[in-house]
């Protein structure tokens, strides 16, 4: 039983029904990503994993976590008889607030990893969905019985049915992309320079990463839920790669950084889940990310 078995026992222990199959592959998938940067930096392997655990929290603090979120959906839902007491006015703006909710794991991570912090960033995403299925469901509910009348009995019902739509089949991938380069290029061509100038980053062909520092915005790079930015050379040039956070749903991306402005190479060593390159504008590239 390896470390992260045993700290899913413990949380599985404490936390009840809020640990779901999704909520368990999410929190491993961070764990592997943190066990990998902290492995890049020289660490043996079991003391990268209890490493990303003691990063990740107590499981006793993080299993009461979800038993206060448990403990809101259940205020939340209420079973049936709570619903129906719920006015039409009141029953919308819990579902706007809901699909505001899901949209916004998807449209706006990085802004919410930002204003939260990296754990309440991690439970942002993970609560988002449980709770608008709840919203959903009591939409449908309060429609479904002789309590719903008049023209507006639908439109909370309509408000998830658009979120849902705009989360799942809205192209938003592109777009957010450009949105994130121009507002966060200056701040990371100052973390470029000060790679360049060996103020972040040894030169070693050996080191791949780098460390944003505290002092910028934590949503200038994402890297394995770090602050970090892969680093190489291919010949004289140099490459710097920042990892944007994902929101929930969306395909991954990166943006690289080429001192000589030509079409960067792309060696599976360094990015080995990239399978393309295109430029936004001189030094820049967008490098889009499969699996």
């Known amino acids: 039983m390896t470390g992260m078995d045993r700290y899913l026992a413990r949380l599985r222990q404490s936390a009840g029904a809020g640990l779901t199959d999704e909520v368990e592959r999410e929190l491993r998938a961070h764990v592997a990503a943190a066990c990998a ?6 660490l043996a392997a079991d003391q990268a994993e209890q490493a990303a655990l003691a990063d990740l929290g107590h499981p006793e603090v993080v299993a009461a976590a ?4 448990d403990r809101a959906r259940l205020r939340l839902a209420g079973g049936p008889a709570a619903w129906l007491a719920l006015g039409q006015g009141t029953l919308f703006w819990v579902s706007l607030g809901a699909s505001a909710w899901l949209v916004a794991t998807r449209a706006l991570p990085g802004v919410a990893l930002d204003r939260l912090g990296e754990r309440p960033f991690l439970f942002f995403l993970l609560l988002a969905v449980p709770v608008f299925a709840v919203a959903c469901g009591g939409s449908m509910l309060h429609l479904a019985t002789r309590h719903a009348s008049g023209r507006g009995a639908a439109l909370p019902l309509l408000v998830n049915a658009l979120a849902l739509g705009v989360f799942l089949l809205a ?13 966060h290029r200056a701040t990371r061509e ?3 320079r000060r790679i360049e100038a060996g103020a972040l980053w040894s030169g070693s062909p050996s080191d791949q990463v780098a460390f944003v520092p505290s002092s910028y915005p934590r949503s200038v790079s994402d890297g394995g839920g770090q602050r970090a930015v892969t680093v190489y050379r291919t010949g004289d040039a140099l490459h710097v790669v920042f ?8 395909a991954r991306s990166a943006f ?4 000589s402005g030509a079409a960067p190479s792309l060696p599976e060593a360094r990015l080995p889940q990239a399978v393309g390159a295109e430029r936004l504008d001189g030094h820049w590239f967008r490098v889009t990310m499969g699996g």
Not at 37 to 42: K, R
């Open 37 to 42: 940067e902290y492995l890049a930096e020289g």
């Open 66 to 69: 979800f038993r206060r979120a």
């Open 171 to 183: 192209p938003m991938g592109g777009l957010l992309d450009t949105l994130d380069f121009h507002v």
């Open 190 to 192: 100052d973390v470029v």
């Open 243 to 250: 990892f944007p956070p994902q929101g929930l749903g969306a």
């Open 256 to 259: 690289l950084y080429s001192s």
